[in-house]
């Protein structure tokens, strides 16, 4: 089957059902009493979904809560894997013809954060997001340097508030790190094969903006010409507070 092609067994868990009334029913299921469990199987609603999934064994009051972990890895499977084998083997082929399946049933450990979420992500340090921020002045290049240092202060206002976010804690901490990623990239956790391109950062001297812009697609952060001198440092770091604590309610974690 589908697990099988992949090369490992699979952990399936009711956390991973997106049925609402499946999974209200695999809870129930599961944290019943022997009485309640006997009470659920005679209803006709979950004869009706075992019968469906494949469950052939006959259930009455007599059925004993021993069958309970086959009940449930049952309704799981059918749920999680049969329900799907059709874009299972899709995926599976799709891997196979890159070289990817073959690496999967190889280094099943080593490959999962490619394909599977953390419960736990991984920590992200303040070097790690610094990595993938990249200045952008075409005044380097143009030679017009009557703002080039403007711009180069501010972007090393930039690198200190990335540490900043890091090294802060308790009370004293507005942003973290985390936030900080989800308002550059839209992602609280880098990506196991990291991001596609650097964050083009740059300084709009023309922009009336007060804070901060992202664009999570380019993705590029553009900031106002302002807060450009070295004492500045505790301006910069409210504005950012600003943006990245007011950008919450827009952006979802990937």
Same mark, same amino acid.
């Given at each position: 089957?589908?697990?099988?092609? #992949? ?13 609402? =009334? ?6 129930? *299921? ?53 329900? %799907? ?9 799709? *891997? ?7 690496? *999967? %049933? ?30 952008? =002045? ?34 004293? *901490? ?50 106002? #010409? ?9 301006? =910069? ?18």
């Amino acid at each position: 089957d589908s697990a099988a092609r #992949l090369g490992y067994e699979m952990d399936l868990s009711i956390r991973d059902v997106s049925d609402p =009334f499946l999974k209200g029913l695999l809870e129930k *299921l599961s944290s019943a009493s022997d009485d309640e469990f006997r009470q659920l199987l005679s209803e006709d609603s979950v004869t009706s979904i075992l019968s469906s999934s494949g469950y052939c064994r006959p259930l009455n009051q007599s059925s004993s809560a021993q069958e309970r972990p086959e009940i449930l890895r049952c309704l799981l499977y059918n749920e999680i894997i049969l329900r %799907r084998k059709a874009e299972l083997d899709q995926f599976c082929d799709g *891997l196979s013809s890159l070289g990817v399946l073959s690496l *999967l %049933r190889e280094h099943p450990i080593g490959m999962k954060g490619f394909l599977v979420g953390h419960n736990t992500p991984p920590s992200v340090g303040a070097e790690d997001v610094i990595s993938l921020l990249q200045p952008f =002045f075409p005044e380097e290049k143009t030679k017009k340097a009557s703002n080039l240092h403007s711009y180069q202060q501010i972007f090393q206002h930039l690198i200190a508030y990335v540490h900043r976010c890091h090294a802060q804690t308790g009370e004293a *901490l507005k942003v973290s790190l985390s936030d900080l990623l989800i308002f550059l990239t839209g992602a609280d956790q880098i990506p196991a094969s990291g991001f596609d391109r650097p964050i083009s950062v740059c300084v709009s001297p023309s922009s009336s903006a007060c804070l901060p812009t992202v664009s999570t697609c380019s993705p590029s952060l553009s900031l106002p #010409l302002r807060f450009d001198k070295e004492s500045d440092f505790v301006d =910069f770091a409210a504005m950012m507070d600003e943006a990245v604590v007011g950008s919450k309610d827009f952006y979802g974690r990937m």
